[in-house]
């Protein structure tokens, strides 16, 4: 995977600056013009009125200078022993779906990333602050931990019962297998409603309009409420958000 990280160097003096903006404007471009993998539809409804590229870029780099030490504050402020160290990359592939993640490097180092997709579609720095304090929100709630723990007992629940039932190695790793995926689902949504919660006093302490910036929600596909679906209906995550700026008015967070 390419990365272009959007580091120090993007931020230290005005060549470095003026270099990170004429790269990722070209990649921008390039993104809005390449055509959908597979001939399919956007899973988004691309918001109206989107900021030229020039500007989504300025807007992200802006975004990235201001939420990174606060989302570092608020790792730091709210864990122990953990890796408050965050890297925030651009997955420059122009053929990748808009999209945000959350993972670690080999060294344990927190990575938020961002697809140039999803860049081009946030319709102001509002979306861009939210959906980073989301990402990040993960790190610092240890949901990646939590995920691979539930893995790894949903795996060993439908693995005994293999075994217990008299299945062949095929079958108890066939189980194993799906007892990890059901594992690693089953408290998914709580998990992102967490993240939710937690991405808006992030960005709320940052500056920005957690409001305003979760409406990027109106425009992806609602999962509904899914049987182990992994995410929540936007519905409900609008309803964190809404509950939990109600709280940071009144002084209650």
Same mark, same amino acid.
Request: hydrophobic letters at 40%.
């Given at each position: 995977?390419?990365?272009?990280?959007?580091?120090?160097?993007?931020?230290?003096?005005?060549?470095?600056?003026?270099?990170?903006?004429?790269?990722?404007?070209?990649?921008?471009?390039?993104a809005c013009?390449?055509?959908?993998?597979?001939?399919?539809?956007?899973?988004?409804?691309?918001?109206?009125?989107?900021?030229?590229?020039?500007?989504?870029?300025?807007?992200?780099?802006?975004v990235a200078?201001?939420?990174?030490?606060?989302?570092?504050?608020?790792?730091?402020?709210?864990?122990?022993?953990?890796?408050?160290?965050?890297?925030?990359?651009?997955?420059?592939?122009?053929?990748?779906?808009?999209?945000?993640?959350?993972?670690?490097?080999?060294?344990?180092?927190?990575?938020?990333? @961002?697809?140039?997709?999803?860049?081009?579609?946030?319709?102001?720095?509002?979306?861009?602050?939210?959906?980073?304090?989301?990402?990040?929100?993960?790190?610092?709630?240890?949901?990646?931990?939590?995920?691979?723990?539930?893995?790894?007992?949903?795996?060993?629940?439908?693995?005994?019962?293999?075994?217990?039932?008299?299945?062949?190695?095929?079958?108890?790793?066939?189980?194993?297998?799906?007892?990890?995926?059901?594992?690693?689902?089953?408290?998914?949504?709580?998990?992102?409603?967490e993240a939710?919660?937690?991405?808006?006093?992030?960005?709320?302490?940052?500056?920005?309009?957690?409001?305003?910036?979760?409406?990027? @929600?109106?425009?992806?596909?609602?999962?509904?409420?899914? @049987?182990?679906?992994?995410?929540?209906?936007?519905?409900?995550?609008?309803?964190?958000?809404?509950?939990?700026?109600?709280?940071?008015?009144?002084?209650?967070?």
């Amino acid at each position: 995977m390419a990365m272009a990280a959007i580091g120090q160097a993007a931020y230290t003096g005005q060549k470095g600056r003026n270099l990170a903006l004429a790269g990722l404007v070209l990649a921008l471009l390039a993104a809005c013009e390449a055509p959908v993998p597979g001939g399919s539809a956007p899973a988004y409804a691309p918001a109206p009125d989107l900021p030229p590229p020039e500007v989504q870029v300025e807007n992200f780099i802006s975004v990235a200078r201001r939420m990174e030490p606060q989302i570092e504050a608020e790792c730091r402020a709210r864990t122990r022993g953990r890796n408050c160290d965050y890297q925030i990359v651009v997955d420059d592939r122009p053929d990748q779906p808009a999209n945000a993640f959350q993972t670690e490097d080999k060294y344990g180092r927190p990575v938020v990333g @961002f697809t140039l997709g999803l860049i081009a579609e946030a319709a102001n720095r509002d979306e861009l602050a939210f959906v980073m304090g989301h990402e990040a929100a993960h790190h610092i709630a240890g949901h990646l931990q939590s995920k691979t723990r539930d893995a790894v007992a949903g795996a060993l629940i439908l693995g005994v019962l293999a075994a217990a039932g008299g299945g062949d190695a095929g079958a108890i790793s066939r189980a194993q297998d799906l007892g990890a995926s059901v594992g690693a689902r089953t408290y998914s949504k709580d998990y992102e409603l967490e993240a939710d919660e937690l991405g808006t006093v992030i960005t709320w302490n940052a500056g920005y309009d957690p409001l305003r910036g979760a409406q990027f @929600f109106t425009r992806i596909p609602d999962p509904g409420n899914r @049987f182990l679906g992994t995410h929540p209906a936007n519905r409900l995550r609008m309803d964190v958000v809404r509950a939990t700026v109600e709280a940071l008015r009144a002084g209650q967070l």
